[in-house]
């Protein structure tokens, strides 16, 4: 069984050379009577029994029948009590225990289980953002509205103590809260903190790694004169709520990174706590199906709850992997740059200028020797070890945190590694350069007998092509459904300042004693709050509105990107386009989907009517029959954006999307529709009817896409709109046909 890795969603370079060197953990398992065990989860989909029913001993009558069910699986003298880490009773039905594959293989028969599966490791691998996306300081709030919205942070925990998230001027926490701070102090900021690590509970939420400061900072930290990192990029850090409460769940830690059981808990009691939005800045390098996915399993039940769960689309595009979290219910995050780079100059003996990445803060490197390491270019510590590169400049063509170079006593080093658009945090002078600037610098070493080169410190640069997709940033089609397309949407990225840890080094090695209150960091992990944070604003302002029409909101005023300018995908790679925070308060019209309308999107997908009662509880939940006239599929699906994976070019195909759309503009407004056909004319669009009248407000009226065309052989995906009008608002659509493989399969 492959082992499929979760882990916070930033970049680093540390984590990069894990990944090349291909080091996948195991998953763990111990042996118990000559068998096997390993943690599974046993998803029993909704929770009937309410979590303060009493059994015997102590249990809710919903843990006593986990116990009772694993029971009757055991023969081999144990007892529930001693298998199961946790039961999942608050907000979905299910536990996690250590199991056997034949007791797996039991309990995946019986009655009311709707699947098992085990348990997966994710890995460890100035808020400019905010002006840049036209979302200044003081756009309109609502700031009573803005204190009821509680923004739940399932991540590695919180640094309290920082500025960002004082409660100074903050009432108590909404009534309606039912949350708990465990080993942590809470305030009226943060009201709520929770940690799990396999089955425990009592450990300290705070944050020892960032990450969590930094994504909870950005959803929701407070406007704070950052000074930047080091003097590089300063100016005020904000989150997108400034207003808004946060509730922890600590779920990744430093050497076991984050567990899948530990990941569902926290789901569970997120949305019992009260929890308005989830936002989830971890995922693995591919998708997994959705009911052996605890992200996708947690987030549904926080949606038919009212929850939204906004996730990271994953860092895996140049490592083979592809889009992840890309259940039709979780808003799907891609990452892309701002027009602020930070950026680092190397100048060569020759007088030539190497503008690279950097978040250098060390003083100038003056004209010191420029080498090639002797052993290979990986500049590992160990390839680096027995030579001395004392004072010099090393060119390191491989992932490399910098420890290699630092032990080696270099004076500084030249990184390619794939990731040029993202300025990494070094231990010594440092920047990362293209692949070709790396030649070039390599050609002049060659051929110049006592090369030189001098290291400026990092600045910052405008950069007039951005938003452009990070190198890092997952590639769609989405593997699990084709027909629904991931990422939704892009989001500020690289290079972001957000809050810190002082019980983490910003560079992450330990080495360079530097513990400042603000880290610049990149990932989809980054993307994700800002996201979240919109989705926070717009929910402070329409707070009766279901998740998918908030997605919509956020997808359909999203800006169109340059596909010319994201190499590998357009659509693909960055959904409908980048975020606008205030175009999403008034989107005019949403595309609205319930929990019924998921459950026949997936009955189109396969899973049939007995799995998904379970899921539901409900006994009226039916698949139509399959021998019935038409079966569904997932361009039924009151989806934002059209997608359609075409398996054979140059078939013919015609695909229609039925749409319903609700408005939430002016109660009468008409809206046109126009079509926007960009690409080469494979694919033809038509909408009908093509003019929307609306009487009120809330009213839905419907209207049918229909696309159809053959794509030639070799064409990767075509792309077009529709755009519907109503002379102020534009509520835009991307439609996308593809030939991708997606046999491409996780295990
Ligand atoms: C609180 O957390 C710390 C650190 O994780 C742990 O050592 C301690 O035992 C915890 N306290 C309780 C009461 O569980
Ligand atoms: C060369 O590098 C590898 C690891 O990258 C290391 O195992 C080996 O010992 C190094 N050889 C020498 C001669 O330093
Ligand atoms: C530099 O020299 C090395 C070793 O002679 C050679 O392998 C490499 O191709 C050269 N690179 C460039 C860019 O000239
Ligand atoms: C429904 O799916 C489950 C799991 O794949 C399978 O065990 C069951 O037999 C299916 N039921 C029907 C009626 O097809
Ligand atoms: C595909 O559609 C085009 C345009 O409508 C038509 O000319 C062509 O004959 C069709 N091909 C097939 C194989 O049906």
């Not at 608050?90 to 009311?112: D, V």
């Not at 709520?192 to 009592?202: H, L």
């Not at 835009?732 to 295990?747: A, E």
Request: charged residues 15%; aromatic residues 8%; contains cysteine.
């Amino acid at each position: 069984m492959g082992t499929v890795v979760f882990k916070p969603l930033a970049i680093s370079v540390l984590a990069a050379v894990f990944f090349l060197i291909g080091s996948f953990r195991a998953s763990e398992a111990s042996s118990d009577g000559g068998e096997r065990q390993q943690v599974y989860i046993v998803y029993m989909g909704h929770q009937h029994e309410p979590s303060d029913t009493m059994a015997a001993g102590g249990f809710t009558a919903a843990e006593a029948a986990h116990h009772g069910l694993l029971n009757q699986v055991l023969n081999d003298g144990s007892v529930a009590l001693d298998r199961i880490v946790y039961s999942y009773t608050r907000s979905m039905n299910g536990f996690a225990a250590r199991l056997t594959e034949r007791e797996r293989q039991k309990l995946a028969a019986m009655e009311g289980v709707v699947s098992v599966f085990p348990s997966r490791t994710y890995r460890l691998q100035t808020t400019r953002s905010w002006d840049f996306l036209g979302f200044p300081e003081t756009a309109r709030r609502s700031l009573p509205t803005e204190a009821e919205v509680i923004v739940g942070m399932i991540d590695t925990g919180v640094w309290p103590a920082s500025p960002s998230f004082s409660d100074e001027g903050f009432g108590p926490p909404p009534a309606r809260w039912k949350g708990a701070c465990h080993n942590f102090t809470c305030n009226n900021k943060i009201i709520g903190a929770r940690a799990y690590r396999q089955g425990s509970t009592g450990l300290s939420p705070v944050d020892t790694e960032g990450h969590g400061t930094h994504t909870a900072s950005t959803v929701a930290g407070r406007v704070v004169d950052s000074g930047g990192l080091a003097g590089l990029a300063a100016g005020s850090a904000r989150g997108a709520v400034p207003g808004a409460r946060l509730a922890v769940y600590k779920v990744c830690w430093e050497d076991d990174r984050c567990r899948g059981e530990d990941v569902l808990a926290a789901f569970d009691d997120a949305v019992a706590d009260g929890v308005d939005l989830i936002s989830f800045s971890i995922g693995g390098t591919l998708p997994v199906p959705y009911f052996e996915d605890p992200a996708a399993i947690g987030a549904f039940h926080a949606m038919t709850r009212g929850v939204l769960t906004s996730a990271a689309a994953g860092n895996s595009a140049l490592k083979g992997g592809r889009v992840c979290n890309v259940a039709p219910w979780v808003l799907s995050v891609a990452a892309s740059s701002t027009d602020r780079r930070l950026v680092g100059k190397l100048v060569l003996g020759n007088g030539k200028t190497i503008v690279g990445a950097s978040i250098n803060t060390f003083p100038k490197v003056e004209k010191a020797p420029v080498i090639l390491p002797i052993n290979g270019s990986w500049c590992l510590p160990e390839s680096l070890a027995g030579q001395s590169y004392k004072g010099k400049i090393l060119l390191c063509a491989g992932g490399s945190d910098g420890t290699g170079p630092l032990l080696a006593g270099a004076a500084g080093t030249v990184m390619f590694n794939g990731e040029p658009d993202v300025a990494f945090m070094m231990p010594l002078p440092a920047l990362t350069v293209t692949q070709d600037q790396f030649t070039e610098i390599v050609a002049y070493v060659n051929k110049t007998r006592h090369p030189v080169g001098t290291i400026h410190s990092a600045e910052t640069a405008f950069d007039p092509n951005a938003p452009v997709v990070a190198s890092f940033s997952p590639r769609g089609p989405n593997l699990i459904s084709p027909g629904i397309l991931k990422p939704d949407l892009s989001a500020p990225g690289i290079d972001i300042l957000a809050a810190w840890t002082p019980l983490s080094p910003v560079s992450g090695n330990g080495k360079d004693n530097g513990f400042p209150a603000h880290n610049i960091i990149s990932g989809t992990s980054m993307a994700c709050p800002h996201a979240t944070g919109v989705a926070a604003y717009v929910k402070s302002f329409h707070h009766d509105w279901s998740p998918a029409m908030i997605m919509s909101a956020l997808i359909t005023t999203a800006t169109p990107m340059d596909p010319s300018r994201s190499p590998g995908g357009g659509e693909l790679a960055y959904g409908a386009g980048q975020l606008d925070p205030v175009r999403a308060r008034d989107p005019g019209l949403v595309y609205d989907a319930r929990e019924d309308d998921y459950v026949r999107m997936l009955c189109a997908e396969g899973y049939n009517s007995t799995q998904l009662r379970v899921v539901t509880g409900s006994d009226a939940t039916a698949c139509p029959a399959a021998s019935g006239r038409r079966r569904g599929a997932a361009a039924d699906l009151n989806y934002p954006t059209m997608a359609h994976h075409q398996a054979s070019p140059g078939k013919n195909f015609s695909v229609r999307f039925p749409r319903t759309v609700t408005n939430v503009g002016a109660p009468g407004s008409v809206y046109v529709a126009k079509i926007v056909n960009s690409g080469p004319r494979y694919i033809r669009v038509a909408v009908a009817p093509r003019r929307l009248a609306f009487s009120s407000l809330l009213q839905k009226l419907s209207f049918t896409v229909t696309v159809s065309g053959a794509l030639p052989a070799g064409n990767q995906f075509v792309s077009a709109a529709v755009v519907w009008s109503d002379g102020v608002r534009q509520v835009r659509s991307p439609i996308i046909v593809h030939t991708v493989d997606v046999s491409n399969t996780t295990n």
